[in-house]
């Protein structure tokens, strides 16, 4: 019944990607590989049925009317020539494990061709799903997105969340990472769980920036924030940036907004299920290009290239494991751009 399930599955998305590419108008020379999957899928399926036919015929019992021994012979042979039921089982084993991984493959490509034409559809401003009215669900999302931590106000174009100073043991890599993340060449340890922060974010109206591009020496850059902290005593909250500086010189991280990076996803072949890498990973705010796309939001800075470059000011930073509030705004606040 598992084999039945995922082939029917198979077969499902394969439907669900030609009703789509009947709505779009399909690709010029359409993916060569959709029509040989099912080929391979009957290859398999008659495959197995022979293993099963012989299987069946070893389980069979023997014939009341066997044949006459030949001339000269006393017993019948215990061995034949034949394959063993044993034998039978083992081959079927590994067909019916090949089988599975197949079809596997076979459907996360169907998958990925779905959300491919999905996404096409969307490019051509035919809508995918219902329009949702955004305004009255945003009082659901400010109250599930504050039970992991982030504090979303709409109507300011604000977020808030808790953090503590970290205390790096090397260059640092990120601005915060969640609790189980790199804590040791991070600035920050944020209690924000990734995937509500980019909820709140992309309902900001925030869309996916681009990641950086190390060939063309392009940081990431797109949709931003920009990224202040406060604690208390300090007057006034200050950018982020001001707290790091150049191990090389002692010069201040140059003021740039945190692009919107969002995350890669991993797609778990099992369960055709999601996961962000920034969630798997603990990653919330990257300083490092390299890690921009594990990250929910990343330093547009062409200076953060360097990944070894980069470490806390100890004359502008608390002490470790001071409690901050990091505060993420659609635009600069005049009054918190202080400069050192």
Same mark, same amino acid.
């Given at each position: 019944?598992?084999?039945?399930?995922?082939?029917?599955?198979?077969?499902?998305?394969?439907?669900?990607?030609?009703?789509?590419?009947?709505? #779009?108008?399909?690709?010029?020379?359409?993916?060569?590989? %959709?029509?040989g999957q099912?080929?391979?899928?009957?290859?398999?399926?008659?495959?197995?049925?022979?293993? !099963?036919?012989?299987?069946?015929?070893?389980?069979?019992?023997?014939?009341?009317?066997?044949?006459?021994?030949?001339?000269?012979?006393?017993?019948?042979?215990? &061995?034949?020539?034949?394959?063993?039921?044993?034998?039978?089982?083992?081959?079927?084993?590994?067909?019916?494990?090949?089988?599975?991984?197949?079809?596997?493959?076979?459907?996360?490509?169907? /998958?990925?061709?779905?959300?491919?034409?999905?996404?096409?559809?969307?490019?051509?401003?035919?809508?995918?799903?219902?329009?949702?009215?955004?305004?009255?669900?945003?009082? @659901?999302?400010?109250?599930?997105?504050?039970?992991?931590?982030?504090?979303?106000?709409?109507?300011?174009?604000?977020?808030? &969340?808790?953090? #503590?100073?970290?205390?790096?043991?090397?260059?640092?890599?990120?601005?915060?990472?969640?609790?189980?993340?790199?804590?040791?060449?991070?600035? !920050?340890?944020?209690?924000?769980?990734?995937a509500s922060?980019?909820?709140?974010?992309?309902?900001?109206?925030?869309?996916?920036?681009?990641?950086?591009?190390?060939?063309?020496?392009?940081?990431?850059?797109?949709?931003?924030?920009?990224? /202040?902290v406060e604690?208390?005593?300090?007057?006034?909250?200050?950018?982020?940036?001001?707290?790091?500086?150049?191990?090389?010189?002692? @010069?201040?991280?140059?003021?740039?907004?945190?692009? /919107?990076?969002?995350?890669?996803?991993?797609?778990?072949?099992?369960?055709? @299920? %999601?996961?962000?890498?920034?969630?798997? /990973?603990?990653?919330?705010?990257?300083?490092?290009?390299?890690?921009?796309?594990?990250?929910? !939001?990343?330093?547009?800075?062409?200076?953060?290239?360097?990944?070894?470059?980069?470490?806390?000011?100890?004359?502008?930073?608390?002490?470790?494991?001071?409690?901050?509030?990091?505060?993420?705004?659609?635009?600069?606040?005049?009054?918190?751009?202080?400069?050192?």
């Open positions: 019944m598992f084999f039945i399930g995922l082939l029917f599955a198979t077969i499902l998305a394969a439907s669900i990607v030609t009703l789509v590419d009947r709505v #779009v108008a399909a690709p010029a020379a359409p993916p060569a590989g %959709d029509a099912l080929r391979r899928l009957e290859a398999k399926i008659a495959l197995l049925e022979s293993r !099963l036919v012989e299987i069946a015929n070893h389980l069979r019992p023997p014939s009341s009317e066997e044949r006459p021994l030949p001339e000269g012979v006393t017993s019948r042979p215990i &061995f034949d020539g034949s394959p063993t039921i044993g034998q039978h089982l083992s081959d079927l084993e590994g067909s019916l494990f090949d089988f599975e991984r197949e079809i596997r493959r076979d459907l996360r490509h169907l /998958y990925e061709a779905l959300r491919r034409r999905l996404d096409r559809l969307e490019s051509k401003g035919v809508p995918v799903r219902a329009p949702a009215d955004a305004a009255a669900a945003r009082p @659901e999302l400010v109250k599930r997105v504050a039970e992991d931590g982030v504090r979303y106000d709409p109507a300011a174009g604000r977020i808030r &969340f808790e953090a #503590v100073i970290a205390s790096p043991t090397r260059a640092l890599e990120f601005i915060a990472v969640a609790p189980g993340g790199n804590a040791h060449e991070s600035l !920050l340890v944020a209690n924000v769980g990734a922060l980019s909820l709140a974010i992309a309902d900001m109206g925030l869309k996916e920036a681009q990641d950086a591009d190390f060939e063309q020496d392009l940081p990431p850059r797109g949709d931003s924030l920009f990224m /202040y604690w208390p005593g300090l007057p006034r909250p200050v950018r982020v940036e001001t707290l790091v500086k150049d191990g090389r010189n002692g @010069e201040m991280l140059p003021f740039s907004p945190f692009a /919107y990076t969002a995350s890669r996803t991993f797609l778990d072949t099992k369960t055709f @299920e %999601d996961h962000l890498a920034a969630a798997v /990973y603990h990653h919330i705010v990257a300083l490092s290009w390299k890690h921009n796309a594990d990250c929910i !939001l990343a330093c547009s800075s062409k200076e953060t290239r360097d990944e070894n470059r980069w470490i806390p000011d100890s004359k502008a930073c608390p002490e470790a494991g001071t409690s901050v509030e990091v505060i993420l705004s659609k635009s600069p606040v005049a009054e918190w751009e202080t400069r050192k």
